[in-house]
C-alpha cells in the first residue's frame, strides 16, 4: 500500500523558514517522480513544485519561485520542500503528491497526482 | 498558465440524484484531465483521467466525459458517501492547474 506521510509544519513568523518532509513507502520512490501541492484553509488546491524521479529536473510555481527548494533522497524514501522567505500567503495545508509519470512528446512532465498523503498545516503568521 | 472554471461551485442534491459538474478550461487541453474528490480534512483522491478513465476501485457511478476546452464529471445515482467537493486538473501543460471545486451538498 502506497503511503505518504508529511511532517515539519507549524507556525512561523513571516520572513521565516521552514522545511517539511514527506516520507514514502509502499512503492519504488526511486521511480517515480514526486510533487507538493498546497492548500489554503477553505480555498482550492494548488500545485507547488515537482521533481523528477532521478532528482536533476525541478520545477516550481511562480508564486514560490526562487523561495522554495524541492528535493529528495532515494536511499531514504524522503522527499523536502525548504521554505524560506515565508508570506502569510503561504499559509496552507502542504501535501505531498505522487505523480502517474506521464510525459509530452518533447519529454516535459504532464502531471497527475495519484496517491497523496494526509498534509501538514503551515501557518505564517506574526 | 492554463484556467480551469467549475460549475456550479456548490450543488445541493439528494441520496439517488444524478449529479453533473462541469470544468471549463482557457485553452484546449485534448483529454488531459483529471477529476479528484476531496472529503474535510481528507487528501484528494483521483476519481477518473484522461477525461473518462475511471481510476481503479472507483465505483462505476462516476463517469466524465469532455475534450477540448469543456467536461463533465457525472454521478448517476449519488450516494450518502459521495458528498464531498471535486475538482478536475489539467495536465496538459505546466504548471499544472486545479478548477476552484464543486461542493456536493445534501439537500
Known amino acids: 500500500e502506497v503511503q505518504l506521510v508529511e511532517s515539519g509544519g507549524g507556525l512561523v513568523q513571516p520572513g521565516g523558514s521552514l522545511r517539511l518532509s514527506c516520507a514514502a513507502s509502499?512503492?519504488?520512490?526511486?521511480?517515480?517522480?514526486m510533487n507538493w501541492v498546497r492548500q489554503a484553509p477553505g480555498k482550492g488546491l494548488e500545485w507547488v513544485a515537482y521533481i523528477r524521479s532521478s532528482g536533476g529536473i525541478v520545477f516550481y510555481a511562480d508564486s514560490v519561485k526562487g523561495r522554495f527548494t524541492i528535493s529528495r533522497d532515494n536511499a531514504k524514501n524522503s522527499l523536502d520542500l525548504q521554505m524560506n522567505s515565508l508570506r502569510p500567503e503561504d499559509t496552507a495545508v502542504y501535501y505531498c503528491?505522487?505523480?502517474?509519470?506521464?510525459?509530452?512528446?518533447?519529454?516535459?512532465?504532464?502531471?497527475?497526482?495519484?496517491?497523496w498523503g494526509l498534509g501538514t498545516l503551515v501557518t505564517v503568521s506574526s | 498558465d492554463i484556467q480551469m472554471t467549475q460549475s456550479p461551485s456548490t450543488l445541493s442534491a439528494s441520496v439517488g440524484d444524478r449529479v453533473t459538474i462541469t470544468c471549463r478550461a482557457s485553452?484546449?487541453?485534448?483529454?488531459?484531465l483529471a477529476w479528484y474528490q476531496q472529503k474535510p480534512g481528507k487528501a484528494p483522491k483521483v476519481l477518473i483521467y484522461k477525461a473518462s478513465i475511471l481510476e481503479s476501485e472507483v465505483p462505476s457511478r462516476f463517469s466524465g466525459s469532455g475534450s477540448g476546452t469543456e467536461f463533465t464529471l457525472t454521478i448517476s445515482s449519488l450516494q450518502p458517501v459521495d458528498f464531498a467537493t471535486y475538482y478536475c486538473q489539467q495536465y496538459n501543460s505546466y504548471p499544472p492547474t486545479f478548477g476552484q471545486g464543486t461542493k456536493v451538498e445534501i439537500k
Open positions: 509502499g512503492f519504488a520512490f526511486s521511480s517515480y517522480e
Open positions: 503528491a505522487r505523480d502517474r509519470g506521464y510525459f509530452d512528446r518533447n519529454g516535459y512532465p504532464m502531471s497527475l497526482f495519484d496517491s
Open positions: 485553452q484546449s487541453i485534448s483529454s488531459w
